[in-house]
């Protein structure tokens, strides 16, 4: 359950703050840089959000 509230705290924080960086939401969302990345990969890939290419981490 933790890994699911964790990805609703990122799509939250990216609807309220976008353009956003996976840096800049790991302060509002308490969760490390390197698993708010991958969130926001698996959130692109199920069609939930759209990861700008030109700069991986946006």
Request: glycine fraction near 8%; charged fraction near 25%; hydrophobic fraction near 35%.
């Amino acid at each position: 359950m933790k890994g699911i509230i964790g990805s609703l705290r990122i799509l939250e924080a990216v609807a309220r703050h976008q353009p956003v960086t996976a840096g800049e939401l790991t302060n509002p969302c308490g969760l490390p840089k390197p698993t708010v990345q991958r969130t926001l990969f698996t959130l692109d890939e199920a069609g939930w959000l759209r990861v700008t290419r030109r700069d991986t981490t946006r």
